[in-house]
């Protein structure tokens, strides 16, 4: 009965159009109200400790590096730098899309900003070189994926939160996995492009490349900074985003000085939104997390996914597919929110690596922002290209196919995921 209170609550509240933070909440109230707990003093107390958490400072912080790398010019410089690389290959604008959106996602950790950067840098180029929009739009969609994957990451340092894992090890762990999505997507792009008679740009000069790697040099050191300074322990993944703000805003005022302080104000406001929509789905989400625990419904997914127990390939194959279900009608963060204090003590349990499986989980609910309808990348990248939604679903449908194809290969074989994480973590 609780499990059907908890979910009858939410999946109503969500059919009304309530915003999902207020879902969440009206949730909150509706178990509380079943368990004879219902207090409003608990339920304010619950919202406040759940954004009262040093660690999740370093969502406002890599939020607002990523504002001033998009406006101060470090995102133009990394794609001019992917496009002198490999745009000549043919289809070359689609690579340097996948190259630059795996040195993008080590920058902000923001499927949504690199995806509306990409979007707007690239997919004129790719339209304009004769590539088809419908597809040059999925696969940037797609690329988007990796932002969440490749750290800093958005949602390793939520699901890290909310199941009290290691961000750090989780940063480290995802940086394999992450560049496996992008050699799957350049796969998928490789193949589908020799049907198209696209003639490439000549290839730059050496000369070119090298003018190109040192425009570009000041906003590449900045990942290697904050993986260098993770794996020796120079700084915590809350300190990592605050240098991130601090260096990205140096180098756009004073080396590549494209921004000026009357900018300023515009990018704290809109990193200011976008954290504030976050910090409340993390503040309301705490109060079902909290009434997850007392309602002891884990030990309900225990019981339900017993039959699954035996083998931890099976049970994480079973709840990959619950997450793809969740992922098509749920934005991520929500779904880290809801989904890891159910998930975690079944994980455990069975005795799967917190770090393995949160890896698995955060790739999972990343490839569900561009599965359709609710896929929020897919609304950046139709929203910032011009398109009609059906056309970047239709063209995002073999890349998406690609990134479950890795995802999947993860489940089956660990090591992918497991040999990297301890090289990484020591």
């Given amino acids: 009965m609780t499990v059907f209170i908890f ?9 009304l ?3 999902i933070a207020y879902a969440l909440l009206a949730t909150g109230a509706a178990l509380m109200w079943h368990l004879d707990l219902f207090d409003a003093q608990i339920l304010a107390q619950n919202v406040i400790n759940g954004a009262d958490s040093f660690p999740l400072l370093a969502v406002p912080f890599f939020m607002l590096a990523g504002e001033i790398m998009n406006v101060g010019g470090l995102s133009q410089r990394i794609v001019n730098f992917a496009l002198a690389l490999v745009g000549h290959i043919k289809g070359g604008l689609g ?7 795996c040195l993008l996602s080590a920058l902000s950790g923001s499927a949504v900003a690199d995806a509306a950067a990409l979007t707007a840098l690239l997919l004129p180029m790719m339209t304009k070189a004769g590539h088809d929009k419908a597809r040059s739009g999925g696969l940037i969609a797609a690329c988007g994926v990796i932002g969440p994957v490749i750290p800093p990451s958005i949602g390793f340092v939520i699901f890290g939160v909310a199941a009290n894992v290691s961000i750090s090890k989780l940063f480290l762990a995802g940086i394999v996995p992450g560049l496996l999505i992008g050699a799957a997507l350049w796969l998928t792009w490789m193949i589908l492009v020799r ?13 070119e490349v090298l003018v190109a790697m040192r425009e570009a040099t000041w906003a590449l ?8 300074g993770l794996r020796f322990g120079v ?3 809350t300190e990592a985003a605050v ?4 260096y990205a805003f140096f180098v756009a005022t004073v080396v590549y000085r494209e921004l000026n302080l009357r900018q300023l104000y515009a990018i704290f406001v809109t990193a200011a939104k976008t954290t504030a929509i976050i910090m409340f789905l993390v503040a309301a989400a705490m109060v079902s997390a909290w009434l997850i625990t007392v309602a002891d419904l884990p030990s309900k997914m225990i019981a339900l996914l017993q039959p699954f127990m035996g083998s931890p390939t099976l049970l994480l194959i079973a709840i990959m597919l619950l997450c793809m279900a969740v992922g098509t009608a749920m934005d991520m963060t929500p779904t880290i929110l809801i989904l890891t204090p159910v998930l975690m003590p079944v994980i455990k349990q069975a005795g799967i690596d917190p770090v393995y499986f949160g890896v698995l989980f955060i790739i999972n609910n990343s490839i569900g922002l561009i599965t ?5 990348v897919l609304n950046t990248v139709a929203g910032v290209g011009r398109m009609k939604m059906d056309e970047v679903t239709r063209g995002v449908l073999p890349f998406m196919l690609a990134e479950f194809a890795v995802l999947f290969l993860m489940v089956l074989f660990p090591p992918l995921v497991t040999v990297p994480m301890r090289w990484f973590t020591g």
């Fill in 243 to 246: 240098v991130a703000a601090v």
């Fill in 235 to 237: 700084f915590t993944p």
């Fill in 7 to 15: 979910l009858g609550s939410l999946l109503a509240a969500m059919a």
């Fill in 17 to 19: 159009g309530i915003p």
């Fill in 372 to 376: 359709p309808p609710v896929g929020t």
């Fill in 221 to 228: 050191l900045l990942p290697v900074i904050i993986l260098v």
């Fill in 195 to 207: 049907k198209e008679q696209i003639v490439p740009p000549a290839r730059k000069s050496r000369q």
């Fill in 95 to 101: 690579y340097v899309a996948i190259v630059a959106a």
